[in-house]
T-cell receptor, first 109, second 115 residues
Framework: GENVEQHPSTLSVQEGDSAVIKCTYS??????FPWYKQELGKRPQLIID?????GEKKDQRIAVTLNKTAKHFSLHITETQPEDSAVYFC????????FGKGTMLLVSP | NAGVTQTPKFQVLKTGQSMTLQCAQDMNHEYMSWYRQDPGMGLRLIHYSVGAGITDQGEVPNGYNVSRSTTEDFPLRLLSAAPSQTSVYFC??????????????FGPGTRLTVL
């Protein structure tokens, strides 16, 4: 089955800095790559997703890039704010989703 | 729309007890799934369904049963609870877009403790 590796497990940045989280996947049939944000005690919320026919997608301060040849995709957050502090999960799949183990992002004022 | 709802929010069981976690969605989504979330482990798929009467196993199905009699409801049954099943359980749903994965919506979760 699909295997998704996510790095780093924790990431601390100063407010205004950029943050990058990286994921690799194993199944070349995967064609959908969402990113979820989960605040403490809350449900995961989709923040951005990308399909395999697209190399990059941007939504305001958030962007995702996909390299299908290398089987990796990344989440980029620019101008980080304290409210960006949360756990971020990447996922990959075709009909079912396999999740990475998460990255705890801490943005300090 | 209420989206995806789950009951109960919290539950404490004793080892060996059985219970059913309820999940319902009002978005007419064909695909529904159950995940468990443990610290440092991400979300792991337990069971999923692509429509009424159709269910399949995910990555960690042992100790859990599911059924799908209607489009709206997808209950998860713990037959004989074990401490290893202590976790947060999330139900999710999405439209079935030609079989490919699409935006998935999560319920608020059920925090289960097995003593």
């Amino acid at each position: 089955g699909e295997n998704v590796e996510q790095h780093p497990s924790t990431l601390s940045v100063q407010e205004g800095d950029s943050a990058v989280i990286k994921c690799t996947y194993s199944d070349s049939a995967s064609n959908y790559f969402p990113w979820y944000k989960q605040e403490l005690g809350k449900r995961p919320q989709l923040i951005i997703d990308i399909r395999s026919n697209v190399g990059e997608k941007k939504d305001q301060r958030i962007a995702v890039t996909l390299n299908k040849t290398a089987k990796h995709f990344s989440l980029h957050i620019t101008e980080t704010q304290p409210e960006d502090s949360a756990v971020y999960f990447c996922a990959s799949g075709y009909s079912t989703l396999t999740f990475g183990k998460g990255t705890m992002l801490l943005v300090s004022p | 729309n209420a989206g995806v709802t789950q009951t109960p929010k919290f539950q404490v069981l004793k080892t060996g007890q059985s219970m059913t976690l309820q999940c319902a969605q009002d978005m007419n989504h064909e695909y529904m799934s159950w995940y468990r979330q443990d610290p440092g482990m991400g979300l792991r798929l337990i069971h999923y369904s692509v429509g009424a009467g159709i269910t399949d196993q995910g990555e960690v199905p042992n100790g859990y049963n599911v059924s799908r009699s209607t489009t709206e409801d997808f209950p998860l049954r713990l037959l004989s609870a074990a401490p290893s099943q202590t976790s947060v359980y999330f139900c999710a749903s999405r439209p079935l877009t030609g079989g490919r994965t699409d935006t998935q919506y999560f319920g608020p979760g059920t925090r289960l403790t097995v003593l």
